[in-house]
């Protein structure tokens, strides 16, 4: 039975897919880099400084995907490489990030006991292809894993396709449209505490609904 609250004994699988291509140099990836760290920082506090709650996966994606941490315990994370964004890799290959996630949750597919996963989808421009970006979402969706079927949150700004992004998401309503990048400075860290104080992912995914630019 899924885990109702997140817990040392009942961990979280939060996987992060990070677009990295060109267009978010500069700011926008500063932006995600500080945000990065503040979630660090508040899954760390989550957890209360006791055993790991969560289990983490960092996937970047420009003109290919790279996976900067594949399962890790928020304990273990090392900053320099998840928050190493710099916005130079070219074009936004996301099906292949997406397929990568699949492969994540497919060999890390967690106990009956876990906390249901979650994909976060972060992008500020549209995928080269749309119609196999949303396929790849698909089979993320699709996973029987003993800690559950795989959520996917979708997190936009800038150029993004809306109808795409709404799409990629779980539910439209888990499309979260952001104003700028420094709205990911808000946002992302905020993921850290929700977990803890929900009571199942369906508890999560209102939270996430609910929070504000």
Do not use: C
């Not at 760290?37 to 289990?55: C, H, N, R």
């Not at 700028?180 to 929700?194: C, E, F, N, R, Y």
């Amino acid at each position: 039975m899924p885990a109702s609250r997140v817990t040392s004994k009942n961990p979280w699988h939060v996987v992060l897919v990070l677009d990295d291509s060109g267009s978010m140099s500069g700011q926008p990836s500063q932006d995600l880099n500080e945000a990065i760290k503040e979630l660090i920082d508040a899954l760390v506090t989550a957890s209360m400084g006791q055993k790991p709650y969560f289990k983490v996966s960092v996937v970047s994606f420009g003109s290919n995907y790279k996976t900067l941490a594949e399962a890790i315990p928020e304990t273990d994370l090392d900053e320099n490489v998840v928050a190493s964004f710099q916005g130079g890799s070219g074009s936004t290959n996301a099906a292949a990030a997406l397929e990568e996630a699949a492969r994540i949750l497919s060999n890390n597919p967690g106990e009956e006991t876990d906390f249901e996963p979650f994909v976060f989808f972060l992008s500020d421009g549209r995928p080269d292809n749309a119609s196999t970006a949303l396929q790849a979402a698909d089979k993320t969706k699709s996973l029987s894993l003993p800690s559950g079927k795989p959520r996917i949150v979708t997190l936009g700004f800038g150029s993004v396709d809306d109808d795409f992004m709404g799409s990629l998401a779980s539910n439209n309503e888990l499309y979260k449209k952001m104003n700028s990048s420094q709205d990911i400075v808000k946002l992302l860290p905020a993921i850290g505490t929700i977990g803890t104080q929900a009571g199942g992912a369906e508890d999560v995914e209102a939270a996430i609904m609910k929070i504000k630019n």
